[in-house]
């Protein structure tokens, strides 16, 4: 085998994750070829750092620790309303945005425009535009 397919099948050699006919060329060929062991000694040890960071130690005393914050801090948060009072605020407010809702609306239904000559021709754009008039005078 050479050393670039080694190097290719290293990761799953050093993993036992190949068929035992591969294990033993590859074992073969790290006893022979000292790049190629020094290669993997060096991508051993990577794996070795990566698993240890995947599973950190615990604390033994975390938990207690944890639950102790907790029941210190309750998560309750005060307000400065009671909760009838708070329901009463936002009913009043409401009510307030409807009927302004509603007030406004009659406001600007209210106005009239009349037409003039000016911006007759903006409301008229069948006029100002040649393709319907073309289709419009046909017969």
Same mark, same amino acid.
């Given at each position: 085998?050479?050393?670039?397919?080694?190097?290719?099948?290293?990761?799953?050699?050093?993993?036992?994750?190949?068929?035992?006919?591969?294990?033993?060329?590859?074992?073969?060929? $790290?006893?022979?070829? +000292?790049?190629?062991?020094?290669?993997?000694?060096?991508? !051993? &040890?990577?794996?070795?750092? =990566?698993?240890?960071?995947?599973?950190?130690?615990?604390?033994?005393?975390?938990?207690?620790?944890?639950?102790?914050?907790?029941?210190?801090?309750?998560?309750?948060?005060?307000?400065?309303?009671?909760?009838?009072?708070?329901?009463?605020?936002?009913?009043? $407010?409401?009510?307030? +945005?409807?009927?302004?809702?509603?007030?406004?609306?009659? !406001? &600007?239904?209210?106005?009239? =425009?009349?037409?003039?000559?000016?911006?007759?021709?903006?409301?008229?754009?069948?006029?100002?535009?040649?393709?319907?008039?073309?289709?419009?005078?046909?017969?």
């Amino acid at each position: 085998m050479n050393c670039k397919k080694i190097h290719t099948d290293l990761i799953f050699y050093l993993g036992h994750e190949l068929s035992n006919e591969k294990m033993e060329a590859i074992g073969w060929h $790290l006893e022979t070829c +000292a790049d190629c062991r020094q290669f993997a000694k060096m991508l !051993q &040890s990577q794996l070795e750092v =990566i698993d240890k960071e995947k599973c950190p130690e615990v604390s033994p005393y975390f938990y207690t620790r944890v639950m102790a914050k907790l029941d210190d801090n309750p998560t309750e948060t005060k307000s400065f309303l009671p909760n009838w009072a708070q329901a009463i605020a936002f009913s009043v $407010l409401l009510i307030a +945005a409807v009927t302004a809702g509603i007030y406004m609306g009659y !406001q &600007s239904s209210e106005v009239n =425009i009349q037409p003039t000559e000016s911006n007759w021709l903006l409301m008229n754009d069948f006029e100002s535009e040649p393709i319907e008039s073309f289709l419009l005078d046909q017969p």
